[in-house]
């Protein structure tokens, strides 16, 4: 035999039914940030993963172009054009070394430690995807076999 439900007492009230949805909400809300956090530190990596390939690029090139270059006579700060067919052509300095490949990196090559002739610094930089008022960065550091 059917129950017969009192007045009053048919059904959840409007308060649970808010309770339920600020619930979700939370949640909802919660999984969203987690979600994005992860997609900031993927793309974080993969330009990291990139930078630091330009810079093994940078450093191939160096390889090879050193026997040919005056090392003393190179500017302060330089990138290698790793299009170029020879020497005279191949060292790029100032603003040439801005958007890398045409892309967001920031390719510098330096001698940082006078005293060390045959040391290089390979430094990148690019806009950080998580903070875009700052910058990121890689170095990387190769010594000249003499």
């Known amino acids: 035999m059917l129950k017969r439900n ?4 048919t059904g ?6 808010l309770i339920v949805l600020a619930v979700l909400g939370l949640a909802i809300g919660i999984s969203y940030a987690t979600a994005n956090r992860s997609l900031l530190d993927v793309r974080g990596a993969q330009e990291s993963a ?10 191939e090139a160096f390889r090879f172009w050193a026997p040919s270059l005056t090392l003393g006579s190179l500017p302060s700060t330089f ?3 790793t299009t170029a067919n020879d020497s005279s052509t191949a060292i790029l300095s100032g603003s040439s070394c801005n958007n890398y490949q045409n892309s ?5 090559i330096s001698n940082p430690n006078p005293i060390i002739p045959n040391e290089y610094e390979f430094h990148a930089t690019w ?5 875009p008022s700052e910058q990121d960065s ?9």
């Open 6 to 9: 009192r007045l009053g007492e």
């Open 12 to 17: 959840d009230t409007i308060i649970e039914v």
């Open 50 to 59: 990139q930078a630091t390939s330009y810079l093994q690029t940078q450093i």
């Open 79 to 81: 990138c290698i054009d």
């Open 104 to 108: 967001i990196y920031t390719i510098q």
């Open 127 to 131: 806009i950080d995807v998580q903070n």
């Open 138 to 146: 890689a170095t990387l550091f190769y010594r000249l076999d003499q």
